[in-house]
T-cell receptor, first 118, second 109 residues
Framework: GAVVSQHPSWVICKSGTSVKIECRSL??????MFWYRQFPKQSLMLMATSNEGSKATYEQGVEKDKFLINHASLTLSTLTVTSAHPEDSSFYIC??????????????FGPGTRLTVL | QKEVEQDPGPLSVPEGAIVSLNCTYS??????FMWYRQYSRKGPELLMYTYSSGNKEDGRFTAQVDKSSKYISLFIRDSQPSDSATYLC?????????FGTGTKLQVIP
């Protein structure tokens, strides 16, 4: 099956610093990648959708200047949490979809990145 | 009101039991219905997806969709300790996926 990797899997940073998380599709080209955030005992909340070569579309309530998303190639998307604060501590999960279209196309999820901001 | 409602559990069952997991939804635009399994500190893994009302079976798993009642279910037969995980229902409309909160399942040997 399709594999999506994330790096790092776990990061601890000081408040005010920036953290970059990478999401890679290893064996397929992802025209669309999604970034989710999951707090303990809560569901995945979509933060933004990114298409290769274009600006990301952010969900309501997600600060685009704080969560910078870059989807520069068909296999790599990055999420940068700028000026991180303790309330940004969460489990960040990316997913990738191979093609776009009217029918359902499966999203393949990465293993997640646990961010802890001190 | 949330678009997707799912009982968070936890749900504890003995090994070999039949497990029933359910979700209700309010958005009639949802077209695809999925069930994901998520182990602790891991990303979700797709178990099954369905498009129409009715049943879909895959091994020990059966997904059921009732669009008229806006209700979906996942049944697990002969449950195993390895099935212990959080199960998330998810629904898709216009390429956007909305997840339930997940039900934590524990299968006790």
């Amino acid at each position: 099956g399709a594999v999506v990797s994330q790096h790092p899997s776990w990061v601890i940073c000081k408040s005010g610093t920036s953290v970059k998380i990478e999401c890679r599709s290893l064996d397929f080209q992802a025209t669309t990648m999604f970034w989710y955030r999951q707090f303990p005992k809560q569901s995945l909340m979509l933060m933004a959708t990114s298409n290769e070569g274009s600006k990301a579309t952010y969900e309501q309530g997600v600060e685009k200047d704080k969560f910078l998303i870059n989807h520069a190639s068909l296999t790599l998307s990055t999420l940068t949490v700028t000026s991180a604060h303790p309330e940004d501590s969460s489990f960040y999960i990316c997913s990738a979809r191979a093609t776009s279209g009217g029918s359902y196309n499966e999203q393949f999820f990465g293993p997640g990145t646990r961010l802890t901001v001190l | 009101q949330k678009e997707v409602e799912q009982d968070p559990g936890p749900l504890s069952v003995p090994e070999g039991a039949i497990v029933s997991l359910n979700c209700t939804y309010s958005n009639s635009a949802f077209q695809y219905f999925m069930w994901y399994r998520q182990y602790s500190r891991k990303g979700p893994e797709l178990l099954m997806y369905t498009y129409s009302s009715g049943n879909k079976e895959d091994g020990r798993f059966t997904a059921q969709v009732d669009k008229s009642s806006k209700y979906i279910s996942l049944f697990i037969r002969d449950s195993q300790p390895s099935d212990s995980a959080t199960y998330l229902c998810a629904m898709s409309a216009n390429q956007k996926v909305t997840f339930g909160t997940g039900t934590k399942l524990q299968v006790i040997p």
